[in-house]
């Protein structure tokens, strides 16, 4: 399917010279991550391969990586470089101390072809401690290695191996959500560029990273009267049902310069949940939608599993790998580890979630027992459960079934209430201290302290969830709390109608910053143009804040 875009305006693309966004003075703007300036850069398409526009024109015939570069999962000594090219290519990445690249060391990386849609990932090895790293990623013929592309540039730190150095990082979901695209009129998605600026450690990515079931319409008329316009490809015109319309909704997203600008200069750990497959799937699913032709959703799982593993740079997961995992540890230094959960692949079917045995629950009995170990051997000051849904918010799933943990009864636990009591009290015993849970999924931003004084359940040590969200999709009303684990929420922020748009509610994100000091950790939830809307600040190896 080709990518053709749709730019819905008589002169084509936005202006791709628009004045470039400040920058953090640790992180300078590099010339290959921008690609084609501060505004909205669209590049252009022929047979469904990217092309951009200008530059391409100056390296004819030569590969090109326009669609930018990207890191992931990077650890002390360790990252994954992710970037896809325009035709067969070999992928080479240098890393330097310096944007000079003086003295760089060279990586030769994967052939870049059409079995991985042009895309592949160059882990990197053996790199100093808490250290900025620069690299440039070059794709060369492979039948003629001096036809080579512009080097697109890039930047991240490693993790620090003293505690002294801190951590900040941010944390959303849910992009290009509820037919709300990349609309040129105000400029794409300059959120990014203001998340940049906070110079965070990473990003966390809480799923929804698409909607393959959402398709993009070039126009989309407001309650006031006024139109949102949208930047359209002939791979967002519908659901995705096929490998190469699932690979074009990521595609999508990167036709965003702020995005691809963003990509370069902040690392990112990425999870996934239902609408990079579809709304509310479930293994074993079969839909009873006109919209798909394909009625196994263990089909179309399979085929967005292959495109989300070949459009984020995942340390576990690798395209084609059977033995391939969401789920991970990311361990960032004495302070930190982050515990990024898959609450899709192994859960049991939706239902009205009341069952008084539930061995699979949402997490599935492996994934569990490994979260349960790596909770146990952690040393970390603090200890992030990144999960995909929240915990006791009821998000339903038509009108009789559940979609989350949460049924809205608020006595003992049931259906997938079981194996989060199971949890949460081998967390209690293990006198394991520092967690807290960061999640999006609801297209609000809210904050709950959950405690046993208030619960139903009472054998767990009280804890924090931290919702944010959405970062461009649709906001939606606030759901009921569910009081089987004593939920109390201290900060909500919602609308009162369903599918606001961007333009009405501005994006929401959070950030964490951990001091390396104290130890003290402060949450703060935020929306686009620098409010902070709620702040939390936890004190180390306390239990239940």
Request: aromatic share 8%; charged share 25%; net charge neutral.
């Amino acid at each position: 399917m080709s990518d053709a875009v749709r730019p819905n305006t008589a002169s084509g693309a936005p202006d791709a010279d628009a004045p470039a966004s400040p920058r953090p003075a640790r992180r300078s703007l590099l010339a290959g991550a921008a690609l084609a300036g501060a505004g909205l850069a669209v590049p252009a398409f022929t047979a469904g391969n990217a092309r951009a526009a200008g530059p391409a024109r100056a390296w004819s015939g030569r590969p090109s990586a326009d669609w930018g570069v990207q890191a992931g999962d990077v650890g002390e000594r360790s990252g994954v470089i992710w970037a896809r090219s325009d035709r067969p290519a070999v992928m080479t990445v240098e890393t330097a101390a310096t944007e000079s690249f003086r003295g760089a060391r060279r990586w030769r990386g994967p052939l870049l072809g059409p079995g991985t849609d042009f895309t592949g990932t160059t882990a990197l090895h053996g790199l100093p401690p808490g250290e900025q790293i620069h690299y440039r990623v070059t794709l060369a013929d492979p039948d003629d290695p001096r036809r080579a592309s512009r080097p697109v540039t890039g930047t991240f730190r490693t993790v620090p191996a003293r505690r002294s150095a801190g951590v900040r990082f941010l944390w959303s979901g849910d992009i290009a959500g509820q037919g709300w695209g990349i609309n040129p009129d105000r400029g794409g998605w300059r959120v990014y560029d203001e998340m940049a600026r906070l110079d965070p450690d990473f990003f966390l990515c809480s799923g929804d990273t698409i909607y393959a079931d959402g398709p993009i319409a070039p126009s989309v008329t407001l309650p006031d009267g006024t139109v949102w316009r949208n930047l359209t490809t002939e791979a967002k015109s519908s659901v995705a049902q096929t490998l190469d319309e699932y690979r074009g909704a990521f595609r999508y997203n990167l036709l965003d310069a702020h995005l691809r600008r963003f990509n370069a200069q902040v690392p990112q750990i990425t999870q996934w949940d239902d609408h990079e497959v579809r709304n509310n799937w479930y293994p074993g699913q079969i839909l009873d939608d006109p919209l798909y032709t394909e009625k196994r959703v263990d089909v179309l799982a399979a085929r967005a599993r292959r495109a989300f593993s070949e459009y984020f740079p995942l340390s576990t997961l690798a395209p084609g790998d059977p033995d391939g995992r969401v789920h991970r540890v990311m361990r960032h230094g004495p302070l930190l580890d982050v515990f990024v959960l898959d609450m899709r692949t192994y859960r049991d079917p939706n239902s009205r979630n009341r069952q008084v045995d539930d061995p699979q629950g949402i997490l599935g009995a492996h994934q569990l027992k490994w979260l349960k170990r790596e909770l146990s051997r952690s040393r970390a000051v603090w200890k992030v459960i990144a999960a995909d849904m929240p915990l006791g918010l009821v998000v339903a799933d038509g009108e009789t079934d559940f979609e989350a943990v949460s049924q809205g009864d608020p006595g003992a636990p049931l259906g997938r209430e079981l194996q989060i009591a199971e949890l949460l009290r081998h967390i209690k015993h293990s006198r394991i201290t520092g967690t807290l849970w960061l999640t999006a999924d609801v297209h609000y931003t809210s904050a709950q302290h959950y405690a046993p004084e208030r619960a139903a359940f009472k054998d767990f040590a009280p804890f924090w969830e931290f919702v944010s969200g959405p970062l461009s999709a649709g906001g939606f009303p606030s759901v009921p709390l569910d009081g089987t684990f004593g939920p109390r929420q201290t900060f909500l922020k919602a609308p009162t109608r369903a599918n606001v748009s961007p333009a009405e509610l501005p994006p929401n994100y959070g950030e964490v910053s951990i001091d390396g000091h104290s130890g003290e950790l402060t949450v703060r939830l935020r929306e686009e143009g620098g409010r902070v809307l709620y702040t939390q600040v936890l004190k180390p190896g306390r239990v239940g804040q």
